[in-house]
C-alpha cells in the first residue's frame, strides 16, 4: 500500500516565514498531539544549535534522543514543556561527545525523572562514572535490536568509534520506516551500503562537515521520502546534497527554516506539522 502523507503547516496566529531558529515563540500554546493506542510522534526539534529528537508512543512514553547544542537547554525545556512532557522514560545518546555536559544530564535525570540512558559503549562508561544518580545505562552496539515502545523497535545499524561517528540506528513502527544517522564517514557509510536500510520513510540526516558531506551513493540507496536536517551554526545545508535528495522525490525539512517538525504515525499513514518558532531580533 502507498503510504499517505499530508503536510500540514500550523501557523498558530504567526507568520510561517521564518528564516531562522530561535527560542519557541511565546504564541504557541500546548502542543497536543494526541498519540493513541497503535501512534507514534517524532518530533524533530527547532533548537538553534544542535539536535534534539522527541519520540512519543501512547500513555505518556517519551523519549529524547539528544539534548541539542551549547547554550540551548532552556530551549530544549521549553519545547518539552509544549509538548506536555514533565517524564522521560529514556535518554538516547547517540554520539561519543567530547565535551558532553554530565551537569546536563544529571539535571535533566532529576527534572524529567529519566529511567534509562542509552549510548554507545565508550559514552556509558563515562557515564556510569559521572551520574550522581544510579540508574540503568544500556550500551547500544552494531546490530542491537531493543523494543523502545510497545509497536515500535530501534535497530542499531551501525555504531562508530571514529570522529564524526556515533550510533545510526533505524526505528520500525509498523511499516513506517525512520532512519536517524549520526556518522558521517566513509567507513560508516560502507557499512550502511551493505545493511536494510533502503526506502525509509523518514531520513535525519548526520551533522556533516562542509568538506564531508554524505553522498550521493547512500543517499538514493536511502530513497527516502522526507528527509529532516537539523540547523547547523557554521553554515547551510550543502547544495549537493539538497540536489541528491531532491534527486529522489525527497520532502526536505530544515529545522533552521521550518522549526520543528512534529511526524505522527498511525499503523497506515503519517502526516507532518511543522510548528515555526520566532525569528532572532
Known sequence: MKFLFIVLSVFLSFSSNVTAASPVSNQIEKINVNVRDHEMAVSFLGLSEGEATLIQGPNDNNILVNT??????SELEDW????????LNTLILTNDFTKV?????????????IEEIIATTKLADQLAKNLTTKMTITNWQEGSKTKVLPEATATVQYAGVKPQEGLDFMLEFFNHRIFLMTSCSERAEQVLLKKNVKDVH?????????????SETLIHYLNPQISV???????GPNPDVLYDLNDTWSEIYYTKRHGTITIKFTETKFEVITIPVTAEE
Do not use: C, H, Q
Open 68 to 73: 541539542g547544542g551549547n547554550g540551548t537547554r
Open 80 to 87: 518539552l514543556n509544549r509538548y506536555n512532557v514533565d517524564k
Open 101 to 113: 555536559s554530565y551537569k546536563l544530564i544529571n539535571e535533566l535525570i532529576s527534572e524529567y525523572k
Open 202 to 214: 523518514v531520513f535525519k540526516l548526520p551533522k556533516y562537515t562542509k568538506e564531508s558531506p554524505i
Open 229 to 235: 536536517l537539523f540547523a547547523a551554526a557554521e553554515y
